[in-house]
Structures are given as structure tokens and as C-alpha cells.
């Protein structure tokens, strides 16, 4: 069964830069034709993707935090990691780490794309 | 400001139906992207509860159903139980990213 777990910093001051990895077991990324996305929840708020990437390296990122942030990969460690830089309060949330699920459905014949599982979260607090 | 819209609060009694909203836009579900939905309990990760549209992964009860038209779906609960509060998401495709709701609470009374 496919579990991920996120590990990092929990606490980041202003300026400076989050980080989290997200260890995935049970499965290997480098197998995997689906990519690996990290999303957030800011206390008490809805959902919010930021970005994914696949065991090849390649990325999309959300326009929105586009210029703050950078996903990688380490195949050999089967992990993959988040740094978002320049933080603010405003980056306070619990993040999870996912994995992509892109199919074409029977039933529609249509591309659907969708997270499952899902890391338990790992929160994070941007405080001086 | 979620780009799918969802009632912020439901409530019904148990053994009772209730259903959730997820409105969208011609970007996202009238593009003729799918919804899927998540289960959220107190103090948990999301879970996937519905995926395209109206599919249940294995394990989900078939109390929960999913349905999609034009612009918007809907989650539908039947049977109500205790268990069941927790906040639902919907999600979606627009614009090359994955999107949601701002999260329903539905609260059983």
C-alpha cells in the first residue's frame, strides 16, 4: 500500500525559506507515470495546489507561487522535496504531500486527473 | 477566493440525505473537466471520497455518490451517520492547474 510521509521544518521566520520532504513507501517513484504534488491548507481555510513534479525531474508549478518555489526529486532516496522561499505569515498552513492520479476514464473516455493518497500533513508556522 | 464555490456549512439528521454543491465556471467544469471529491475528518489528511464525477475507490461506502451537469456537481450522502461529519472538497482542472473548493462542514445533528 502506497503511503507518503512529510518531514521538515515546522517553525520559519519571515525572509526565509520552507522546507519539507515528503518520503514515499510502498511504491517507488521512479516507477510511477503519475507525478508527485505538494498542496497546503492555511489554519481554518480551503485547499490551495502548489506545484508537482514527475521521477524524471519536470515540473508545473502554480502561477500564483510560481516565483517562490522549487520541487525536486531524489529517485535514490524515493523522496521528493518543496522549498519555498521568501516566506510570510500568509505561508502558514499544513502541507501535504500527494500523489497525482492523470487517467482517461472508461466511462467518459476523458483525461481526469485527480490526488490520491495523501500524506498526514505537516504544518509549518511562519513566525520571527 | 476558491474557484469552486461551496456552500461553507450542511447539516442534517441522522439517517437523513443531504447533498453538497461545487459550483464552477466554463474554465473548469463546463470545460468538461471532472470533479472528484475528498473527505476531510477533524484533525486529518484529506481523503479521496469520489473520483471522476461518480466513482467510489474501494472501501468507500455506496451512501456517498457523485454527479456533474453543465457547471457544477454535487455530492450526495444517504444514510446519514456521526461518522460522516468532516469538511468535503470538491477539485478540479482549470487552466493547467488542479483546483478546489473552499470546503463544506457538514454537521450531523
Known amino acids: 500500500q502506497l503511503q507518503l510521509q512529510e518531514s521538515g521544518s515546522g517553525l520559519v521566520k519571515p525572509s526565509q525559506t520552507l522546507s519539507l520532504t515528503c518520503v514515499v513507501s510502498g511504491g517507488s517513484i521512479s516507477n510511477s507515470d503519475y507525478p508527485w504534488s505538494w498542496i497546503r491548507q492555511p489554519p481554518g481555510k480551503g485547499l490551495e495546489w502548489i506545484g508537482y513534479i514527475y521521477h524524471s525531474g519536470g515540473t508545473y508549478y502554480n502561477p500564483s507561487l510560481k516565483s517562490r518555489v522549487t520541487i525536486s526529486v531524489d529517485r535514490s532516496k524515493n523522496r521528493f522535496s518543496l522549498k519555498l522561499n521568501s516566506v510570510t505569515a500568509a505561508d502558514t498552513a499544513v502541507y501535504y504531500c500527494?500523489?497525482?492520479?492523470?487517467?482517461?476514464?472508461?466511462?467518459?473516455?476523458?483525461?481526469?486527473?485527480?490526488?490520491?493518497?495523501w500524506g498526514q500533513g505537516s504544518l509549518v508556522t511562519v513566525s520571527s | 477566493q476558491s474557484v469552486l464555490t461551496q456552500p461553507p456549512s450542511v447539516s442534517g439528521a441522522p439517517g437523513q440525505r443531504v447533498t453538497i454543491s461545487c459550483i464552477g465556471s466554463s474554465s473548469n467544469i463546463g470545460a468538461g473537466y471532472d470533479v472528484h471529491w475528498y473527505q476531510q475528518l477533524p484533525g486529518t489528511a484529506p481523503k479521496l471520497l469520489i473520483y471522476a464525477n461518480n466513482n467510489r475507490p474501494s472501501g468507500v461506502p455506496d451512501r456517498f455518490s457523485g454527479s456533474k451537469s453543465a457547471t457544477s456537481a454535487s455530492l450526495a450522502i444517504t444514510g446519514l451517520q456521526a461518522e460522516d461529519e468532516a469538511d468535503y472538497y470538491c477539485?478540479?482542472?482549470?487552466?493547467?492547474?488542479?483546483?478546489f473548493g473552499g470546503g463544506t462542514k457538514l454537521t450531523v445533528l
Open positions: 500527494a500523489r497525482n492520479i492523470v487517467e482517461v476514464v472508461a466511462a467518459t473516455g476523458s483525461l481526469s486527473r485527480w490526488f490520491d493518497p
Open positions: 477539485q478540479s482542472y482549470d487552466s493547467l492547474t488542479w483546483v
